[in-house]
Nanobody, 122 residues
Framework: QVQLVESGGGLVQAGGSLRLSCAASGRTFSRYAMGWFRQAPGKEREFVAAISGFGGTTIYADSVKGRFTISRDNAKNTLYLQMNSLKPEDTAVYYC???????????????WGQGTQVTVSS
């Protein structure tokens, strides 16, 4: 079992930045690929970014490429999402998740955090 807890969400103006964190339980954090997903009201949960166990591979949704950066610190069992140049359409609940492989497919992720709200005002 993996327990994940997101933090760092909040209210920010368009063009601003936020850094989300996801704290993971256990000693085997590096065995998991990790991903960030987001869900806006009335919308399906969508892929944002993912990273392999040791950080060698990263993938991004086209909508955030060049603005968001996913990273991890395995010594701290923590996943990060640095979000720059935020837009109102980035407003959503952001979730971190753990998977056996790095993928955009949400069905492959086995463990999920509770989410953290990000609101971008215009």
């Amino acid at each position: 079992q993996v327990q994940l807890v997101e933090s760092g969400g909040g209210l920010v103006q368009a063009g601003g930045s936020l850094r989300l964190s996801c704290a993971a339980s256990g000693r085997t954090f590096s065995r998991y690929a990790m991903g960030w997903f987001r869900q806006a009201p009335g919308k399906e949960r969508e892929f944002v970014a993912a990273i392999s166990g040791f950080g060698g591979t990263t993938i991004y949704a086209d909508s955030v490429k060049g603005r968001f950066t996913i990273s991890r610190d395995n010594a701290k069992n923590t996943l990060y999402l640095q979000m720059n140049s935020l837009k109102p359409e980035d407003t959503a609940v952001y979730y971190c998740a753990a998977s056996t492989i790095v993928t955009k497919q949400r069905a492959v992720y086995d463990y999920w955090g509770q989410g953290t709200q990000v609101t971008v005002s215009s």
